[in-house]
């Protein structure tokens, strides 16, 4: 496996000659491995395309969103960052091998620490600050020119369907012992469908969002600050109020979550 992984970072177009290769983070999604070169660090990533299943859709997004972010960065001194993709040899931003696996190489963004889990009101202060400078920052960003990575992702009624089918088909057969959990549900459809019904009636805009505003795709300094919003996959046009709402529901478990780091 080693040597694949050598083999396939030398179809990337960098200078820097490849030391080690080892897993790096702790997601399920993607397959992530750090690769030590002479002088610079990268991360080389298997993009899960049976969940991401249009990648140029999706490496296309990402180009453009982090174009737009480090523009904008560029006059500012606040040591913020964005993550950077390089090119093959052949200039695509991905690479398909032989298994019809898809791979993609990113800078190794150096002195930077996660968390799981949000130890303090700090992390949750810096992580709030991180995605709100996220949203400002593309409110500009012409949120048509994006694709939707995984279709009707916050769909409450493609949602809504799918669980209706489940609960009629009852496929392992837990309906009879889950009936307050159901009601608990259809009785707060209305309330759920508020977002939806509120972007298509024009009340608020649809923009480009995060879509997955865990605290470990935030990226902080040695001092605690912010400096960079990663796991850009999910980056599509979408209602802030998801993002926020998110980043609620998984700022404050008192239990560790897992996912990627990168």
Request: charged share 25%; net charge neutral.
């Amino acid at each position: 496996m080693e040597s694949k992984l050598f083999n396939l970072i030398s179809e990337f177009q960098i200078k820097e000659k490849p030391i080690n290769i080892f897993p790096f983070g702790s997601g399920h999604i993607n397959d992530t491995y750090k690769v030590e070169a002479e002088g610079k660090n990268y991360l080389l990533q298997r993009i899960n395309h049976s969940i991401f299943q249009n990648v140029e859709g999706l490496t296309d997004n990402f180009l453009k969103v982090t174009g737009h972010i480090r523009k904008i960065l560029a006059n500012s001194k606040s040591g913020q960052k964005t993550l950077k993709l390089h090119p093959t040899k052949s200039s695509k931003y991905f690479l398909k091998d032989h298994d019809g696996n898809y791979w993609r190489l990113l800078d190794f963004i150096e002195n930077s620490s996660s968390y799981d889990l949000v130890e303090n009101k700090t992390i949750a202060y810096e992580g709030g600050k991180a995605y709100g400078q996220f949203v400002k920052i593309l409110s500009d960003f012409p949120v048509e020119t994006l694709v939707e990575t995984i279709p009707k992702f916050h769909d409450i009624n493609f949602r809504l369907d799918n669980f209706r089918k489940a609960v009629m088909n009852d496929p392992v057969k837990r309906v009879s012992v889950s009936h307050t959990e159901i009601e608990f549900i259809e009785s707060r459809v209305e309330d759920m469908k508020l977002i939806i019904r509120l972007g298509e009636e024009g009340k608020i805009p649809l923009r480009v969002t995060h879509n997955d505003t865990k605290i470990n795709n935030v990226l902080f300094n040695k001092d605690g600050k912010w400096i960079c919003v990663i796991d850009l996959d999910t980056v599509m046009p979408g209602y802030i109020h998801y993002d926020f709402g998110d980043s609620i529901r998984t700022f404050t478990p008192i239990t560790p979550m897992k996912t990627k780091l990168i």
